[in-house]
C-alpha cells in the first residue's frame, strides 16, 4: 500500500524558514517523479515545485521560484521542501504527491499546514 | 501558463442524478488531464487519468471524456459520498495547473 506521510509544518513569521519532509514507503521511491501541492485555507489546488526520480531536474512555480528548493534522499525514501523568506500567501495545506503515469497524481499525502504569521 | 476553467463553479442535484462537470483548457491539452475529488479535510484522491481512463478502486459510475480544450465528468447516479469538490489537473505543459473546482452539493 502506497503511503505518503508529510511532517515538518508550523507556525512561522514572515521571511522565516521551514523544511518539509514526506516520508514514502509502499512503491520503489527510486522510480517515480514527486511533487509539492498546496492549498491555501478555503481555495484551490496550486502546484508548487517537481522532482525526477534521481533528483537531477527540479521544477518551481514562479510564486516560488528562488525562495523554495526541493530535494530527494532515496536511500531513505523522503521527499523535502526547504522552504525560505516565507510570506503569508505561502500559508497553505502542503501536499506532496506521487507522480503517475505521464504526469498527473496518482497518490497524495494527507498533508501538512504551514501558517505564516507574526 | 495553460488555464482550465470549471464549470459549474456549484452544482446543487439529488442522490440518483445524473452530474455533468465540465473543465475548458486555454488552448490544446490532447488528452493530459486528470480529475480528482476532495472532501473536507481530506486530500484529493485521483478519479480520471488521461482524459478518459479511471483510476484504480474508482466506481463505474464515474466518466471522463473529451479531448484537445474541452472535458467532462460524468457520474451517472450519485451517491451520498459523492458530493464533494472536483477539480481538472493537466500536465502536458509546465507549470502544471488545476481548475479552480467545482462544488457538487446536495440539493
Known amino acids: 500500500e502506497v503511503q505518503l506521510l508529510e511532517s515538518g509544518g508550523g507556525l512561522v513569521q514572515p521571511g522565516g524558514s521551514l523544511t518539509l519532509s514526506c516520508a514514502a514507503s509502499g512503491f520503489t521511491f527510486s522510480t517515480f517523479a514527486m511533487r509539492w501541492v498546496r492549498q491555501a485555507p478555503g481555495k484551490g489546488l496550486e502546484w508548487v515545485s517537481g522532482?525526477?526520480?534521481?533528483?537531477?531536474?527540479?521544477n518551481y512555480a514562479d510564486s516560488v521560484k528562488g525562495r523554495f528548493s526541493i530535494s530527494r534522499d532515496n536511500s531513505k525514501n523522503t521527499l523535502y521542501l526547504q522552504m525560505t523568506g516565507l510570506r503569508a500567501e505561502d500559508t497553505a495545506m502542503y501536499y506532496c504527491?506521487?507522480?503517475?503515469?505521464?504526469?498527473?497524481?496518482?497518490?497524495w499525502g494527507q498533508g501538512t499546514l504551514v501558517t505564516v504569521s507574526s | 501558463e495553460i488555464v482550465l476553467t470549471q464549470s459549474p463553479a456549484t452544482l446543487s442535484l439529488s442522490p440518483g442524478d445524473r452530474a455533468t462537470l465540465s473543465c475548458r483548457a486555454s488552448?490544446?491539452?490532447?488528452?493530459?488531464l486528470a480529475w480528482y475529488q476532495q472532501k473536507p479535510g481530506q486530500a484529493p484522491i485521483l478519479l480520471i487519468y488521461?482524459?478518459?481512463n479511471r483510476a484504480t478502486g474508482i466506481p463505474a459510475r464515474f466518466s471522463g471524456g473529451g479531448s484537445g480544450t474541452d472535458f467532462t465528468l460524468t457520474i451517472s447516479s450519485l451517491e451520498p459520498e459523492d458530493f464533494a469538490v472536483y477539480y481538472c489537473q493537466q500536465f502536458t505543459n509546465w507549470p502544471i495547473t488545476f481548475g479552480q473546482g467545482t462544488r457538487l452539493e446536495i440539493k
Open positions: 504527491a506521487k507522480r503517475g503515469g505521464r504526469g498527473y497524481h496518482d497518490f
Open positions: 488521461d482524459a478518459s
Open positions: 522532482i525526477s526520480d534521481s533528483g537531477r531536474n527540479t
Open positions: 488552448q490544446s491539452i490532447t488528452s493530459s
